[in-house]
């Protein structure tokens, strides 16, 4: 999105997620970064005290206010264990502390530039169900999906990052509404792992396969956090 929005700025563009507190990142951002900015700022000061007990005091905060739900999300995202995001069955937030010396807790120039792309007057988010993009396309779009990644191996399931996990019927469904997107003319890329369900599932000839060696921030085990396979699918 921010690749294609750099270079056609007037772009119409419809983002979504589930992930009501990602939505909510976005507009935050776009909305009031100052206010974002210095909230982290505070968050910063307080965890170089003491980054043990801060962090997890943070983790077992419930913000009510936007900015401060916002702060907390970015704030455990920088000083979690490896940028994992992870809920539990509650909704909670259960990733550990990271081993970090120093955590760029306040990238202030990078989330000002994320600011300024995000108020494109073109682009509309929303918190919603993957399928509700059938109300708002039509033939010759694009749509890119990054759904949760199927895991590849017995230990690697990691699929909850809404306390909704993401189910087989889900990526069922997901195939299937990429049938019908294909059949109303709609251009569809999606990214996922290398999982054999995946593969099966767009095995039809209209899909493209396209395998890509990528490098996994995340992983409890560093020698095993690069040269995975992940794949891109697409029909044009
Ligand atoms: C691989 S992540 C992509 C994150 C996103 N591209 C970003 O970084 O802003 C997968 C995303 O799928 C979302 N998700 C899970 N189930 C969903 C559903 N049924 N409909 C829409 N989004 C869903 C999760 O909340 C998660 O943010």
């Known amino acids: 999105m921010f690749n294609l929005l750099g270079k056609h700025p007037d772009m119409k563009c419809h983002v979504s997620d589930l992930n009501s507190n990602l939505i909510l990142a976005y507009l935050a951002i776009r909305d009031k970064v100052t206010e974002v900015i210095d909230s982290l700022e505070e968050h910063a000061k307080k965890y170089q005290k003491n980054p043990d007990s801060y962090y997890y005091h943070v983790r077992e905060s419930e913000p009510v206010s936007q900015i401060e739900k916002v702060s907390k ?21 259960n990733v550990p502390l990271g ?31 993957f399928e509700s993009v059938l109300h708002d396309i039509k033939k010759g779009d694009f749509i890119y999906f990054d759904p949760p990644y199927q895991p590849v191996s017995k230990t690697a399931s990691f699929t909850s990052y809404t306390n909704k996990m993401f189910t ?24 996922n792992s290398k999982s054999k369900k995946v593969e099966k599932l767009f095995s039809a000839s209209k899909w493209t396969i ?20 992940e794949i891109l699918v697409k029909n044009y």
Do not use: W
Not at 100 to 117: D, E, G, H, M, R
């Open 73 to 93: 999300l970015i704030f455990l995202n920088k000083t979690c264990f490896n940028g994992l995001y992870r809920v539990n069955s509650k909704g909670k937030f």
């Open 210 to 229: 396209k395998e890509i060696r990528v490098n996994r921030a995340i992983n409890s085990n560093s020698k095993k956090r690069t040269g995975h396979s």
């Open 168 to 191: 087989d019927d889900d990526l069922d469904r997901l195939a299937n509404l990429a049938e019908k997107l294909d059949s109303m003319g709609c251009k569809v890329l999606l990214s």
């Open 99 to 129: 081993r970090y010396t120093n955590p760029n807790i306040v990238n202030k120039s990078n989330l000002l530039a994320v600011s300024q792309i995000l108020q494109s007057s073109n682009l509309e988010f929303f918190c919603r169900d």
